[in-house]
T-cell receptor, first 113, second 114 residues
Framework: GENVEQHPSTLSVQEGDSAVIKCTYS??????FPWYKQELGKRPQLIID?????GEKKDQRIAVTLNKTAKHFSLHITETQPEDSAVYFC????????????FGAGTRLAVHP | DVKVTQSSRYLVKRTGEKVFLECVQD?????MFWYRQDPGLGLRLIYF???????EKGDIPEGYSVSREKKERFSLILESASTNQTSMYLC?????????????FGEGSRLTVL
């Protein structure tokens, strides 16, 4: 079946450094790619998304890039802060007529002061 | 503010018991989902529903069933709980479509099957 692969599974950075999380997807018809952040003990929440008609989107310290040819998209966090520590999930929508999102396995980001 | 409420945060059940996990959303969303979250495996889709009484299997439906009798309520049922169903279960409601919208998650139900 269709899937989304996410790397790395864990990422440790020093406060102020940048962090990059990468995802690849298999459904060539996918056209929506959201990122969700899950803080410890809390529910996942949408932080940024990108659609297939753009190659990059930025919101303050976070940005997402999309390469449709390579079926690859990435989350970039600059000037990381301790509150960025969380599990991040990438996702892609699936073709086939239903409103389905398939998620990557998640990346646990730890930002050390 | 969209609210998705899962009735039980923590449950402990015995093997073979029937388990009901309830989820209610207050925003009149058509699409609702049940995911299972396990470390290193991410969020895996169990079942979803796109309308009242309509349901579709996700990626891991075996051992589960669902019920959607009212638009706001989507229930996950474990007919005969097994130890490998020990997990965190997340309900979600979709605002819009999977191209335009946002998933709103409940706080999760952590199920332990002994």
């Amino acid at each position: 079946g269709e899937n989304v692969e996410q790397h790395p599974s864990t990422l440790s950075v020093q406060e102020g450094d940048s962090a990059v999380i990468k995802c690849t997807y298999s459904d060539s018809a996918s056209n929506y790619f959201p990122w969700y952040k899950q803080e410890l003990g809390k529910r996942p929440q949408l932080i940024i998304d990108i659609r297939s008609n753009v190659g990059e989107k930025k919101d303050q310290r976070i940005a997402v890039t999309l390469n449709k040819t390579a079926k690859h998209f990435s989350l970039h966090i600059t000037e990381t802060q301790p509150e960025d520590s969380a599990v991040y999930f990438c996702a892609a929508n699936l073709s086939g007529g239903y409103n389905k999102l398939i998620f990557g396995a998640g990346t646990r980001l730890a930002v050390h002061p | 503010d969209v609210k998705v409420t899962q009735s039980s945060r923590y449950l402990v059940k015995r093997t073979g018991e029937k388990v009901f996990l309830e989820c209610v959303q207050d925003m009149d969303h058509e699409n609702m989902f049940w995911y299972r979250q396990d470390p290193g495996l991410g969020l895996r889709l169990i079942y979803f529903s796109y309308d009242v009484k309509m349901k579709e299997k996700g990626d891991i439906p075996e051992g589960y069933s669902v019920s959607r009798e009212k638009k706001e309520r989507f229930s996950l049922i474990l007919e005969s709980a097994s130890t490998n169903q020990t997990s965190m279960y997340l309900c979600a409601s979709l605002q819009g479509t999977a191209y335009t919208g946002e998933l709103f998650f409940g706080e999760g139900s952590r199920l332990t099957v002994l």
